[in-house]
């Protein structure tokens, strides 16, 4: 009897030691804190299972807009990695690394200017992300310069995709008045900007009549607005001209069912395309 005790004794002690190594064991995955949904896609198609992805901003709200909660200074607080875009709006950022504390995290601007929204823009971005991710983690670079380059095939193959559905819409036809934030991607796509206009709050009466003029004179049969800086923020002007009034996203997962790029420039396209009758 005293024998079994003892057997079982050790049994249990062995598989509390196996249970407590399976809790304590150390991950090999890098934290990695994003800015944007625009970021953290990038760094989950290049660091693949090797990163852990934490994004900050919900990609349905504007980086400028955004407060910080206690629950984002603990994602930084165990983090390695900190990538922003190194845009204006991210001024929260600076308090919010402070209050983290954590002397093993690295913070990293990617600097890519332009739309990332558009193809050209996204590949710029997908590099730096990759040097990026070398620079933190050297003995894993090799893959994530492998995985980056199947990423940018996919981004190219999008691209020629979007571009013969546009084409054949014959869209260099077609006259917006947008968003400022929208504007590059737009002409990107071929479409004739007419006008733009910056935020919800400058569109004074005088900025709305200023812009309808505009419209009239360039025949605009679209107004284009960025769902991250206000739904509908062009809708007065679209109203005045008898244009359709679009919303278009700048970042993955802006609407539902849009989480990846792939995704969000396809949704983006089909707006566009539905609204010219394509």
């Not at 290049?46 to 206690?70: A, I, L, T």
């Not at 929260?92 to 913070?107: E, G």
């Not at 090799?142 to 980056?148: F, Q, W």
Request: aromatic fraction near 6%.
């Amino acid at each position: 009897m005293k024998k079994t005790l003892l057997v079982i004794a050790v049994s249990l002690a062995v598989m509390a030691s196996l249970l407590g190594a399976c809790r304590t064991a150390p991950t090999d995955r890098m934290t990695v804190v994003t800015s944007t949904s625009l970021l953290s896609y990038i760094v989950e198609q290049v660091g693949g299972n090797r990163v852990e992805v934490v994004n900050m901003v919900p990609p349905n709200q504007h980086p400028g807009n955004f407060d910080v909660k206690p629950g984002d200074i603990e994602k930084l607080s165990r983090a390695a990695l900190f990538i922003l875009h190194g845009w204006p709006g991210e001024g929260y950022a600076d308090k919010l690394v402070t209050s983290a504390n954590n002397p093993n995290l690295t913070v990293v601007k990617a600097n890519v200017n332009g739309n990332w929204m558009i193809p050209s823009v996204q590949l710029a971005a997908t590099d730096r992300v990759a040097e990026i991710l070398s620079q933190a983690d050297a003995k894993n670079a090799a893959a994530y310069a492998k995985s980056a380059d199947a990423y940018k095939q996919k981004i190219q193959k999008k691209e020629t995709q979007i571009k013969a559905r546009l084409a054949g819409a014959n869209v260099s036809q077609i006259n917006v008045i947008a968003s400022v934030r929208q504007a590059d991607f737009l002409q990107w796509a071929g479409f004739s900007v007419a006008g733009t206009f910056v935020a919800p709050q400058s569109l004074t009466p005088q900025t709305v009549q200023a812009l309808v003029d505009k419209g009239k004179a360039a025949g605009v049969s679209q107004v284009i607005n960025n769902l991250q800086d206000g739904k509908d923020a062009g809708k007065a002007v679209a109203a005045e001209l008898g244009a359709k009034n679009i919303n278009l996203s700048n970042f993955p997962g802006g609407f539902d069912n849009t989480e990846t790029w792939e995704k969000a420039i396809d949704y983006n396209v089909d707006l566009l395309l539905k609204a010219a009758g394509k």
